[in-house]
């Protein structure tokens, strides 16, 4: 099972930051936060990760509490095409290699 | 640099058939990945393999699923005698080694069983 919860889903208007959070209570020490999202009918496609620093790339920012129990990704300027379902995944090292999907949160842009 | 390669991208097969669906990973990648997606369901792991190796098949059905990752050429995920049950998207994730890789998924296998 998952160990993390997001909200079931998100409207957010084109051209407006969007940030989507996700619960991770009982992350251990070794987990690292990663963020893939699966837009309609493709492959999973992998968004960021991070174990307890803020990171920033191309796509998006990851913010991380200090505590690490949850965090949030943000997408600065949401267009139509972020429209997916997002996943926000734990993954140790040391542990086994699979990832673990849940239900995910389905983020609707809107024009 | 290409990425994962997954074909045929739709597969049909009646009741009773095999289906083969096969996955070439990213250049320089030797991890292989499957998991499958139910319609209207998340993504649930099935196998992980190594070059030649069964890593981990935790996730595969005891029966009529098989997988492998040869020395040479992709990775094949077997279902013998299919059932309708087993319509679903299939998807190949590949990364370049073990331990805390990021994990890049092809576009998938939909397979339909009539």
């Known amino acids: 099972d998952a160990k993390t919860t997001q909200p079931p889903s998100m409207d957010c208007a084109e051209g407006r930051a969007a940030n989507l959070p996700c619960n991770h209570s009982t992350i251990s020490g070794n987990e690292y936060v990663y963020w893939y999202r699966q837009i309609h009918s493709q492959g999973p496609q992998y968004i960021i990760h991070g174990l307890k620093n803020n990171e920033t790339n191309e796509m998006a920012s990851l913010i991380i509490t200090e505590d690490r129990k949850s965090s949030t990704l943000i997408l600065p300027h949401a267009t139509l095409r972020d429209t997916a379902v997002y996943y926000c995944?734990?993954?140790?090292?040391?542990?086994?290699?699979?990832?673990?999907f849940g239900k995910g949160m389905k983020l609707t842009v809107n024009p | 640099n290409a990425g994962v390669m997954q074909n045929p991208r739709h597969l049909v097969r009646r009741r009773g058939q095999e289906a083969r669906l096969r996955c070439s990973p990213m250049?320089?990648?030797?991890?292989v990945y499957w998991y499958r997606q139910l319609p209207e369901e998340g993504l649930k792991f099935m196998v992980y393999l190594q070059k030649e190796n069964i890593i981990d098949e935790s996730g595969m059905p005891k029966e009529r699923f098989s997988a492998e990752f040869p020395k040479e050429g992709p990775s094949i995920l077997r279902i013998q005698q299919v059932v309708r049950g087993d319509s679903a998207a299939y998807f190949c994730?590949?990364?370049?080694?073990?331990?805390?890789?990021?994990?890049?998924f092809g576009p998938g296998t939909r397979l339909l069983v009539l």
């Open positions: 250049k320089g990648h030797s991890h």
């Open positions: 995944i734990l993954h140790g090292r040391g542990g086994s290699e699979k990832l673990v």
């Open positions: 994730a590949s990364s370049p080694s073990r331990g805390l890789e990021t994990q890049y």
